[in-house]
């Protein structure tokens, strides 16, 4: 087997059937030699029931939730393929997804693919996130890691490296990327190989805020030497207004905006610059409060976010 494809997935039927669904519509010429792993992360029938529609693929469903990365490793437990391909259940594949991945099979032990949004209707919610969201390249060449969204491991490369670190409810891919880069493994990035990511809501994007900043949180407990914890000045900064002053510019607008609406034919106006502006003050305060707060459990409170 080249390809094992591992799908986490919750209480998200309908995420799961819009990633299965765009993958049946790759050739099925690609698909020699390549095996799709559903694991459903707690007793959840009706997304078993979707899973078991789709001719060849495999469902594990787990009794427990355990998280998504817990649910990864019992994918990977269970895959036969040279390499795993970790993608996350609501995003589609691009159609040449699959020929790009076999493609480039040989290049690293460590492939990063690019995770772009849909076609966006318009508003400042989707303008932020496609502004400030999935950062691919920054992610790769600063923080060494690419999101689960869209990642291919050798298989080799993630047994012996232990996999995923399964006490983390979020950011988990972040850990194990820093751990096997600087352990000196070969990597490479493929932007040309795209996953497309819906747009969340307001209160979508929120919640995600908020989970990543507490799972850093953990990461800094757990790792202290690789994820140093925040540093009082560095946790007034993120108080303060965000420098992007482009977005409130009446006069002009910011070069990146100017692309984007060639790119899908829309309109931003100077109130939606405005709200995107004010939204990312929001996501930086939402952040700042994620790293502040105390609960009794944060990995129970990361796994009420994840699950909603």
């Known amino acids: 087997m080249i390809l094992s494809i591992i799908i986490p997935v919750g209480k998200d039927p309908i ?14 010429s690609d698909k020699n ?6 694991v459903i992360d707690g007793p959840y029938d009706e997304v078993e029931s979707v899973a078991n529609r789709y001719h060849g693929v495999k469902a594990l469903k787990l009794q427990k939730n355990g998280g998504s990365y817990h649910a990864r490793n019992k994918g990977a437990e269970r895959a036969t393929g040279e390499r795993l391909a970790f993608i996350d259940a609501g995003v589609e594949f691009k159609v040449d997804w699959l020929q790009k991945a076999i493609n480039h099979s ?20 989707e303008l932020y996130q496609l502004l400030f969201e999935f950062q691919i390249a920054e992610h790769f060449e600063n923080l060494k890691f690419c999101p689960t969204a869209n990642l291919i491991v050798t298989r080799k490369l993630f047994l012996e490296s232990g996999g995923f670190e399964e006490r983390l409810r979020s950011s988990g891919d972040r850990e194990f990327g820093s751990r096997v880069l600087d352990a000196g493994t070969t990597a490479s990035l493929d932007l040309a190989r795209i996953v497309y990511h819906p747009f969340r809501s307001l209160k979508g994007l929120l919640k995600k805020k908020l989970r990543i ?21 560095n946790l007034l900064k993120m108080a303060f207004p965000p420098k992007t002053y482009a977005l409130l510019n ?15 034919n829309l309109h931003f106006n100077y109130a939606q610059q405005v709200s995107c502006y004010l939204l990312l003050y929001l996501t930086k305060l939402t952040v700042l409060w994620g790293r502040l707060i105390q609960y009794r459990s944060s990995d129970s409170f990361e796994w009420s976010n994840q699950k909603s």
């Open 213 to 233: 900043s507490m799972g850093y949180r953990n990461l800094s407990m757990l790792y202290p030497e690789r994820f140093p914890p925040d540093r009082v000045v």
């Open 15 to 28: 995420g799961l059937t819009e990633t299965l669904e765009s993958y049946q519509q790759m050739p099925s």
């Open 33 to 38: 030699g390549v095996e799709v792993i559903v």
């Open 250 to 264: 009446p006069l002009t607008k910011w070069s990146r905006i100017h692309e984007l609406e060639k790119e899908y």
């Open 106 to 125: 040989s290049e690293a032990e460590y492939l990063a693919g690019n995770v772009l949004h849909p076609s966006p209707k318009g508003g400042s919610v």
